[in-house]
């Protein structure tokens, strides 16, 4: 009986300190050092929430740039990869239907065609597109909003953020930012 004592006063002390203590020393330190991270790197305009900087969101229509696609399809509480192997016949045949429909959309890419447009990231939310991927899209974009594309490149190339410390990852471009951004543009 003395053992089950110890064992049940130890399992509530534990409980107390790893689920009651530490989540809310560590909210509190978050949200006090890192106070926009805390919440979800939220984005907003005007005092509207327009989206997440972490999390990809489906612009429709041809005079917004895209995003990546999403296994999840931009739902958030599905948040999923494909699983499907790259040699398997589903992965060839979506990622086929997506050259597809990107070359509809964007006549002037050519054959050469940037990967992350026409795959799907790993959580199916990355919210970041390369700088080329991004520049794909410009003809269509032009066209549809009746702006240069040299004003679009430029754009882009503003919103370019290089690599993490300057040696980790590649250089991206937030899509909701750059679209954020093409809606200031006159």
Known sequence: MRSFMVALRASVVLMIICGLAYPLVTTGVAQ??????A?????????????SELLAQDFKGAQWFHPR????K???KASAATNAAVA???YVKAVADNVNQLQKENQDVGNT???DLVTASGSGFDP???PEAAKAQVPRIAKAKGISQDRLISLINKHTKGRSLGIFGEPRVNVLDLNMALQQLK
């Open 32 to 37: 006090v050092l890192f106070p926009k991270q």
């Open 39 to 51: 919440e979800g790197s939220l984005v907003s305009k005007n005092g509207v929430v327009q989206g």
């Open 69 to 72: 696609a999403s296994a999840a």
């Open 74 to 76: 931009y739902d958030p």
């Open 88 to 90: 398997s016949e589903e």
């Open 113 to 115: 065609v940037p990967a």
């Open 128 to 130: 970041d597109l390369s």
